[in-house]
C-alpha cells in the first residue's frame, strides 16, 4: 500500500503508482473525503456533463414516473372532492 508524507505545508504527494492507475495529471482536481476518521483522496470528474452521461440509461425516466405519480395523485384528489359534495 503506498504511503505519503505532509509537508510542512500540509501538501501531500500522490504515489506515482497511484497517480499513474487513476490517471491522475497535473492540475487535475481531487476531493477529500473524511469517513469518520478515515481521510479518502477521491479523483473529481475532469468532464461530469460527460462523465454522467448514459448513467441512467436503459432505466424508467424519472420525469415520466413523477408525471404518472402526480396525475394519478389528481385523480385521488378528484374522487374525494366528488364524495365530500352534497
Known amino acids: 500500500m503506498p504511503v505519503a508524507k505532509i509537508s510542512a505545508k500540509g501538501w ?5 503508482e497511484c ?8 492540475g487535475d482536481k481531487v476531493t477529500i473525503v473524511d ?11 475532469r468532464d461530469p456533463i ?6 441512467f440509461s436503459g ?3 424519472l420525469t415520466q414516473t413523477l408525471l404518472k405519480t402526480r396525475k394519478e395523485e ?3 384528489e378528484t374522487q ?3 364524495r365530500l359534495r352534497p
Open 12 to 16: 501531500v504527494v500522490i504515489p506515482a
Open 19 to 26: 497517480r499513474r492507475k487513476y490517471d491522475l495529471r497535473p
Open 35 to 45: 469517513y469518520g476518521g478515515v481521510l479518502a483522496i477521491v479523483p473529481t470528474a
Open 50 to 55: 460527460r462523465h454522467g452521461r448514459g448513467l
Open 59 to 61: 432505466k424508467p425516466s
Open 74 to 76: 389528481r385523480r385521488i
Open 80 to 82: 374525494r372532492h366528488a
